[in-house]
Protein backbone atom coordinates (compact mmCIF):
# COMPACT_ATOMS: atom_id res chain seq x y z
CA UNK A 1 0.00 0.00 0.00
CA UNK A 2 1.46 2.93 1.31
CA UNK A 3 4.19 2.04 -0.33
CA UNK A 4 2.44 2.42 -3.66
CA UNK A 5 1.79 5.91 -2.72
CA UNK A 6 5.24 6.84 -2.44
CA UNK A 7 6.33 5.02 -5.39
CA UNK A 8 3.37 6.59 -6.92
CA UNK A 9 5.37 10.03 -6.63
CA UNK A 10 8.07 8.58 -8.78
CA UNK A 11 6.74 7.94 -12.12
CA UNK A 12 8.77 5.34 -13.90
CA UNK A 13 7.11 2.16 -14.65
CA UNK A 14 8.96 -0.12 -12.09
CA UNK A 15 6.41 1.10 -9.26
CA UNK A 16 3.04 0.15 -11.52
CA UNK A 17 5.04 -2.62 -11.94
CA UNK A 18 5.33 -3.49 -8.39
CA UNK A 19 2.34 -2.79 -7.46
CA UNK A 20 0.44 -4.28 -10.61
CA UNK A 21 2.24 -7.84 -9.94
CA UNK A 22 1.46 -7.34 -6.13
CA UNK A 23 -2.13 -6.80 -6.93
CA UNK A 24 -1.88 -9.66 -8.97
CA UNK A 25 -0.64 -12.16 -6.78
CA UNK A 26 -3.24 -11.13 -4.27
CA UNK A 27 -5.94 -11.81 -6.57
CA UNK A 28 -4.52 -15.19 -7.29
CA UNK A 29 -3.69 -15.85 -4.19
CA UNK A 30 -0.05 -16.25 -5.19
CA UNK A 31 2.59 -14.33 -3.06
CA UNK A 32 4.26 -11.49 -5.11
CA UNK A 33 7.59 -13.29 -4.61
CA UNK A 34 6.49 -16.75 -6.61
CA UNK A 35 4.49 -14.52 -9.22
CA UNK A 36 7.04 -11.98 -9.66
CA UNK A 37 10.94 -12.89 -9.39
CA UNK A 38 10.93 -16.42 -11.33
CA UNK A 39 14.18 -15.06 -13.25
CA UNK A 40 17.60 -16.53 -12.53
CA UNK A 41 19.34 -15.51 -9.95
CA UNK A 42 22.66 -13.61 -10.89
CA UNK A 43 25.81 -14.61 -8.31
CA UNK A 44 28.08 -11.59 -7.23
CA UNK A 45 25.70 -8.82 -7.82
CA UNK A 46 25.83 -7.81 -4.92
CA UNK A 47 29.40 -6.63 -3.92
CA UNK A 48 28.83 -2.85 -3.73
CA UNK A 49 27.01 -1.52 -1.19
CA UNK A 50 26.56 1.44 1.25
CA UNK A 51 29.83 3.78 1.99
CA UNK A 52 30.11 4.85 5.39
CA UNK A 53 29.43 8.27 4.51
CA UNK A 54 25.88 7.53 2.92
CA UNK A 55 25.09 5.67 5.86
CA UNK A 56 26.59 8.27 8.27
CA UNK A 57 24.08 10.81 6.02
CA UNK A 58 20.89 7.95 6.32
CA UNK A 59 21.51 7.71 10.31
CA UNK A 60 21.56 11.62 10.81
CA UNK A 61 18.07 11.53 8.49
CA UNK A 62 16.68 8.20 10.42
CA UNK A 63 18.22 9.96 13.46
CA UNK A 64 19.19 6.69 14.65
CA UNK A 65 22.76 5.67 15.63
CA UNK A 66 25.10 4.48 12.51
CA UNK A 67 26.00 1.61 14.65
CA UNK A 68 22.51 0.51 14.04
CA UNK A 69 22.82 0.85 10.50
CA UNK A 70 26.29 -0.80 9.95
CA UNK A 71 24.94 -4.17 11.68
CA UNK A 72 22.13 -3.56 9.55
CA UNK A 73 24.18 -4.10 6.26
CA UNK A 74 26.00 -6.79 7.60
CA UNK A 75 22.35 -9.21 8.09
CA UNK A 76 21.15 -8.11 4.82
CA UNK A 77 21.14 -10.36 1.56
CA UNK A 78 20.95 -9.30 -2.07
CA UNK A 79 18.21 -10.37 -3.66
CA UNK A 80 19.10 -10.84 -7.72
CA UNK A 81 14.69 -11.49 -8.30
CA UNK A 82 13.36 -8.17 -6.53
CA UNK A 83 15.44 -6.59 -9.11
CA UNK A 84 14.51 -8.47 -11.71
CA UNK A 85 10.71 -7.78 -10.25
CA UNK A 86 11.48 -4.58 -10.48
CA UNK A 87 12.84 -4.19 -13.89
CA UNK A 88 9.96 -6.40 -15.52
CA UNK A 89 8.37 -4.19 -17.90
CA UNK A 90 4.43 -3.25 -17.01
CA UNK A 91 1.52 -3.57 -19.21
CA UNK A 92 -0.89 -1.05 -18.20
CA UNK A 93 -4.73 -2.65 -17.26
CA UNK A 94 -7.80 -1.36 -18.44
CA UNK A 95 -10.77 -0.79 -16.13
CA UNK A 96 -12.68 -4.14 -17.05
CA UNK A 97 -9.89 -6.25 -16.61
CA UNK A 98 -8.68 -4.47 -13.36
CA UNK A 99 -12.09 -4.66 -11.94
CA UNK A 100 -12.07 -8.57 -12.21
CA UNK A 101 -9.10 -9.24 -10.13
CA UNK A 102 -10.16 -7.28 -6.68
CA UNK A 103 -14.42 -6.90 -7.04
CA UNK A 104 -14.53 -10.78 -6.51
CA UNK A 105 -17.06 -12.73 -4.40
CA UNK A 106 -14.54 -14.17 -2.06
CA UNK A 107 -13.27 -10.87 -1.38
CA UNK A 108 -16.26 -9.53 -0.52
CA UNK A 109 -17.71 -12.20 1.53
CA UNK A 110 -14.32 -11.92 3.18
CA UNK A 111 -14.78 -8.18 3.77
CA UNK A 112 -18.05 -8.79 5.17
CA UNK A 113 -16.81 -11.84 7.39
CA UNK A 114 -14.17 -9.26 8.50
CA UNK A 115 -16.52 -6.60 8.85
CA UNK A 116 -18.42 -9.15 11.21
CA UNK A 117 -15.56 -10.12 13.54
CA UNK A 118 -14.03 -6.48 13.92
CA UNK A 119 -16.86 -4.80 14.07
CA UNK A 120 -16.66 -3.44 17.84
CA UNK A 121 -12.85 -2.06 16.23
CA UNK A 122 -14.09 -1.12 13.16
CA UNK A 123 -17.00 1.29 14.61
CA UNK A 124 -14.30 2.52 16.85
CA UNK A 125 -12.26 3.47 13.90
CA UNK A 126 -15.55 5.31 12.70
CA UNK A 127 -16.13 7.33 16.03
CA UNK A 128 -12.33 7.95 17.12
CA UNK A 129 -10.83 8.41 13.73
CA UNK A 130 -13.66 9.22 11.43
CA UNK A 131 -13.37 6.92 8.66
CA UNK A 132 -15.63 4.38 7.14
CA UNK A 133 -15.33 0.52 8.03
CA UNK A 134 -15.83 -0.57 5.10
CA UNK A 135 -13.59 1.58 3.50
CA UNK A 136 -10.79 0.15 6.41
CA UNK A 137 -12.27 -3.50 5.15
CA UNK A 138 -11.86 -3.06 1.45
CA UNK A 139 -8.30 -1.35 1.78
CA UNK A 140 -7.03 -4.65 4.01
CA UNK A 141 -8.82 -7.07 1.63
CA UNK A 142 -7.13 -5.18 -1.51
CA UNK A 143 -3.98 -5.13 0.27
CA UNK A 144 -3.66 -8.76 1.65
CA UNK A 145 -6.49 -10.66 1.52
CA UNK A 146 -7.48 -9.39 5.14
CA UNK A 147 -4.24 -10.20 5.81
CA UNK A 148 -3.54 -13.91 4.17
CA UNK A 149 -0.89 -12.39 1.90
CA UNK A 150 1.47 -10.19 3.61
CA UNK A 151 4.56 -10.96 1.84
CA UNK A 152 7.36 -13.57 1.85
CA UNK A 153 10.34 -11.57 1.49
CA UNK A 154 12.78 -10.24 4.31
CA UNK A 155 11.55 -6.71 4.82
CA UNK A 156 15.21 -6.14 5.19
CA UNK A 157 17.03 -7.70 1.93
CA UNK A 158 14.26 -6.43 0.04
CA UNK A 159 14.96 -2.20 1.54
CA UNK A 160 18.87 -3.10 1.26
CA UNK A 161 18.80 -4.56 -2.21
CA UNK A 162 16.79 -1.71 -3.14
CA UNK A 163 18.29 1.12 -1.37
CA UNK A 164 21.93 0.01 -2.59
CA UNK A 165 21.74 -1.70 -5.51
CA UNK A 166 18.76 -0.50 -7.98
CA UNK A 167 20.19 3.40 -8.63
CA UNK A 168 17.16 4.29 -10.00
CA UNK A 169 15.46 4.14 -6.58
CA UNK A 170 18.23 4.45 -4.21
CA UNK A 171 17.29 7.60 -2.91
CA UNK A 172 13.73 6.27 -1.69
CA UNK A 173 14.61 2.93 -1.07
CA UNK A 174 17.69 3.76 1.13
CA UNK A 175 15.62 5.79 3.45
CA UNK A 176 13.54 2.88 4.01
CA UNK A 177 15.80 0.95 4.81
CA UNK A 178 17.24 3.34 7.86
CA UNK A 179 13.58 3.62 8.57
CA UNK A 180 13.05 0.08 8.84
CA UNK A 181 16.42 -0.10 10.84
CA UNK A 182 14.71 2.74 13.36
CA UNK A 183 11.21 0.68 13.21
CA UNK A 184 12.59 -2.33 14.41
CA UNK A 185 14.80 -0.92 17.09
CA UNK A 186 11.71 1.25 18.35
CA UNK A 187 9.61 -1.88 18.24
CA UNK A 188 12.23 -4.62 18.81
CA UNK A 189 12.19 -6.95 15.91
CA UNK A 190 14.75 -9.05 14.96
CA UNK A 191 15.86 -7.68 12.03
CA UNK A 192 16.30 -10.64 9.78
CA UNK A 193 13.10 -11.51 10.92
CA UNK A 194 9.99 -9.56 9.49
CA UNK A 195 8.63 -10.59 6.03
CA UNK A 196 6.66 -8.12 3.73
CA UNK A 197 6.43 -8.06 -0.17
CA UNK A 198 9.69 -8.11 -1.89
CA UNK A 199 9.36 -3.62 -2.17
CA UNK A 200 9.43 -3.81 1.56
CA UNK A 201 5.82 -3.59 2.47
CA UNK A 202 4.40 -4.69 5.69
CA UNK A 203 1.58 -5.75 7.65
CA UNK A 204 -1.90 -6.02 6.87
CA UNK A 205 -2.37 -2.98 5.21
CA UNK A 206 1.30 -2.75 3.50
CA UNK A 207 2.72 -0.01 5.38
CA UNK A 208 6.37 0.66 4.31
CA UNK A 209 8.46 1.80 7.36
CA UNK A 210 8.49 5.80 7.02
CA UNK A 211 4.41 5.39 6.73
CA UNK A 212 4.61 2.56 9.99
CA UNK A 213 6.66 5.54 11.68
CA UNK A 214 4.47 8.23 10.24
CA UNK A 215 1.36 6.78 10.63
CA UNK A 216 0.39 3.74 12.14
CA UNK A 217 -1.14 3.50 15.57
CA UNK A 218 -1.37 1.69 18.62
CA UNK A 219 -5.47 0.67 18.44
CA UNK A 220 -5.34 -1.58 21.52
CA UNK A 221 -3.06 -0.02 23.95
CA UNK A 222 -0.75 -2.92 24.25
CA UNK A 223 2.24 -0.60 23.77
CA UNK A 224 3.26 -2.07 20.25
CA UNK A 225 2.22 -1.23 16.88
CA UNK A 226 1.68 -4.79 15.57
CA UNK A 227 0.17 -4.62 11.94
CA UNK A 228 1.19 -8.01 11.52
CA UNK A 229 -0.93 -10.23 13.66
CA UNK A 230 -3.22 -7.28 15.53
CA UNK A 231 -5.97 -6.89 13.78
CA UNK A 232 -7.14 -4.00 16.19
CA UNK A 233 -3.53 -2.22 15.19
CA UNK A 234 -4.33 -2.66 11.89
CA UNK A 235 -7.65 -1.38 11.37
CA UNK A 236 -6.53 1.84 13.34
CA UNK A 237 -3.81 2.58 11.55
CA UNK A 238 -5.70 2.55 7.91
CA UNK A 239 -7.84 4.51 9.63
CA UNK A 240 -5.50 6.93 10.92
CA UNK A 241 -3.77 7.24 7.43
CA UNK A 242 -6.98 7.65 5.76
CA UNK A 243 -7.77 10.53 8.84
CA UNK A 244 -3.95 12.10 8.05
CA UNK A 245 -4.83 11.90 4.46
CA UNK A 246 -8.16 14.22 4.67
CA UNK A 247 -11.15 11.43 4.67
CA UNK A 248 -14.37 13.33 4.91
CA UNK A 249 -17.00 10.70 6.90
CA UNK A 250 -20.05 10.80 5.46
CA UNK A 251 -18.85 12.57 2.09
CA UNK A 252 -19.23 11.11 -1.34
CA UNK A 253 -16.72 9.16 -3.24
CA UNK A 254 -17.59 8.92 -6.77
CA UNK A 255 -20.71 9.30 -8.52
CA UNK A 256 -21.44 8.45 -12.52
CA UNK A 257 -21.00 11.28 -15.12
CA UNK A 258 -23.66 11.50 -18.14
CA UNK A 259 -21.50 13.59 -20.96
CA UNK A 260 -25.04 14.20 -22.67
CA UNK A 261 -22.90 14.09 -26.21
CA UNK A 262 -20.49 16.38 -24.90
CA UNK A 263 -17.74 16.60 -28.02
CA UNK A 264 -14.76 14.47 -27.31
CA UNK A 265 -12.67 17.65 -27.15
CA UNK A 266 -14.46 19.15 -24.28
CA UNK A 267 -14.19 16.13 -22.49
CA UNK A 268 -10.22 15.65 -22.60
CA UNK A 269 -10.34 19.59 -21.94
CA UNK A 270 -12.12 18.77 -18.39
CA UNK A 271 -10.57 14.80 -18.03
CA UNK A 272 -6.85 17.34 -17.85
CA UNK A 273 -8.14 19.66 -15.29
CA UNK A 274 -7.47 16.62 -12.88
CA UNK A 275 -8.76 18.29 -9.60
CA UNK A 276 -8.76 21.85 -10.32
CA UNK A 277 -12.30 20.72 -11.91
CA UNK A 278 -15.58 22.69 -9.77
CA UNK A 279 -19.32 21.47 -9.97
CA UNK A 280 -19.96 24.26 -11.97
CA UNK A 281 -17.92 23.47 -14.75
CA UNK A 282 -19.55 19.94 -15.23
CA UNK A 283 -23.15 22.28 -15.02
CA UNK A 284 -21.40 24.76 -17.93
CA UNK A 285 -20.30 21.80 -20.08
CA UNK A 286 -23.98 19.98 -19.82
CA UNK A 287 -22.61 17.28 -18.14
CA UNK A 288 -25.00 15.67 -15.86
CA UNK A 289 -25.05 13.55 -12.48
CA UNK A 290 -28.11 11.31 -10.47
CA UNK A 291 -27.02 13.66 -7.45
CA UNK A 292 -26.55 17.67 -6.66
CA UNK A 293 -22.80 17.97 -6.43
CA UNK A 294 -22.09 20.18 -3.24
CA UNK A 295 -20.80 23.49 -5.54
CA UNK A 296 -17.97 24.51 -2.99
CA UNK A 297 -15.75 21.60 -3.68
CA UNK A 298 -13.10 20.54 -5.89
CA UNK A 299 -14.00 16.97 -8.21
CA UNK A 300 -12.44 15.27 -10.65
CA UNK A 301 -13.74 13.80 -13.87
CA UNK A 302 -12.10 10.39 -15.15
CA UNK A 303 -13.05 8.23 -17.75
CA UNK A 304 -12.47 3.84 -16.77
CA UNK A 305 -11.78 1.77 -20.18
CA UNK A 306 -14.98 -0.90 -20.63
CA UNK A 307 -14.87 -3.75 -22.66
CA UNK A 308 -16.69 -2.99 -25.51
CA UNK A 309 -13.63 -0.30 -26.31
CA UNK A 310 -16.15 2.80 -24.76
CA UNK A 311 -15.32 4.68 -21.51
CA UNK A 312 -17.14 4.81 -18.47
CA UNK A 313 -17.26 8.43 -16.78
CA UNK A 314 -17.36 9.14 -13.63
CA UNK A 315 -17.03 12.38 -11.07
CA UNK A 316 -14.98 11.56 -8.35
CA UNK A 317 -14.69 13.77 -4.72
CA UNK A 318 -12.46 14.50 -1.76
CA UNK A 319 -12.76 10.75 -0.64
CA UNK A 320 -11.54 9.20 -4.27
CA UNK A 321 -8.96 11.52 -3.60
CA UNK A 322 -7.51 10.62 -0.57
CA UNK A 323 -7.77 6.61 -1.89
CA UNK A 324 -5.20 7.77 -3.83
CA UNK A 325 -2.81 9.27 -1.14
CA UNK A 326 -2.62 4.90 -0.60
CA UNK A 327 -1.99 4.28 -3.98
CA UNK A 328 -2.26 6.67 -7.06
CA UNK A 329 -3.92 4.66 -9.56
CA UNK A 330 -7.26 5.51 -9.79
CA UNK A 331 -7.82 1.99 -11.13
CA UNK A 332 -7.04 0.91 -7.47
CA UNK A 333 -9.23 3.76 -6.22
CA UNK A 334 -12.36 2.50 -7.89
CA UNK A 335 -11.56 -0.83 -7.08
CA UNK A 336 -11.16 0.09 -3.14
CA UNK A 337 -14.58 2.02 -3.11
CA UNK A 338 -16.37 -0.57 -5.18
CA UNK A 339 -15.22 -3.27 -2.70
CA UNK A 340 -16.28 -1.17 -0.11
CA UNK A 341 -20.20 -1.03 -1.19
CA UNK A 342 -20.39 -4.32 -1.78
CA UNK A 343 -18.74 -5.14 1.50
CA UNK A 344 -21.15 -2.35 3.21
CA UNK A 345 -24.70 -4.16 2.11
CA UNK A 346 -23.72 -7.69 2.59
CA UNK A 347 -22.80 -6.56 6.30
CA UNK A 348 -26.28 -4.65 6.35
CA UNK A 349 -27.31 -8.24 4.84
CA UNK A 350 -25.67 -9.82 7.27
CA UNK A 351 -26.95 -8.12 10.03
CA UNK A 352 -30.48 -8.16 8.90
CA UNK A 353 -30.74 -12.11 8.89
CA UNK A 354 -29.67 -11.47 12.64
CA UNK A 355 -32.61 -9.28 13.26
CA UNK A 356 -30.82 -5.96 13.34
CA UNK A 357 -31.32 -2.71 10.74
CA UNK A 358 -28.60 -1.16 9.76
CA UNK A 359 -29.18 1.84 7.91
CA UNK A 360 -27.13 2.09 4.51
CA UNK A 361 -24.58 5.21 5.26
CA UNK A 362 -26.08 8.12 3.76
CA UNK A 363 -23.12 10.45 1.73
CA UNK A 364 -23.15 13.86 0.82
CA UNK A 365 -22.46 14.26 -2.61
CA1 LIG B 1 -1.04 -2.71 19.72
Redesign the pocket.
Given at each position: MLMRSQLANKTNSSSKLKSWCSHLGLALGLSTSLLCAMAPTTANAANSGATSAQLTELAKYAGIDKSLLDSAITQATYQQKIIDAMNRPYEAKPWYMYRKLFITDSRIQGGVDFYLKHEADLLRAQQTLGVAPEVICAIIGVETFFGKNMGTWKVLDALYTLGFHYPSRASYFSKEFANYVKLATREGWGLTSVKGSYAGAMGMGQFMPSSYLNYAI?????????LFT?T??AIGSVANYFRAHGWILGAGVMYPAHLNNLPQAQVNALLKKEWKLTPMDLIEAGITTKVNLSANQNIRLYAFELEDGTYDYQVALNNFNTITKYNKSPLYARAVYELSEAIATGYQEAKLLQGQYVAPSGKRP
Amino acid sequence: MLMRSQLANKTNSSSKLKSWCSHLGLALGLSTSLLCAMAPTTANAANSGATSAQLTELAKYAGIDKSLLDSAITQATYQQKIIDAMNRPYEAKPWYMYRKLFITDSRIQGGVDFYLKHEADLLRAQQTLGVAPEVICAIIGVETFFGKNMGTWKVLDALYTLGFHYPSRASYFSKEFANYVKLATREGWGLTSVKGSYAGAMGMGQFMPSSYLNYAIDFNGDQHVNLFTDTQDAIGSVANYFRAHGWILGAGVMYPAHLNNLPQAQVNALLKKEWKLTPMDLIEAGITTKVNLSANQNIRLYAFELEDGTYDYQVALNNFNTITKYNKSPLYARAVYELSEAIATGYQEAKLLQGQYVAPSGKRP
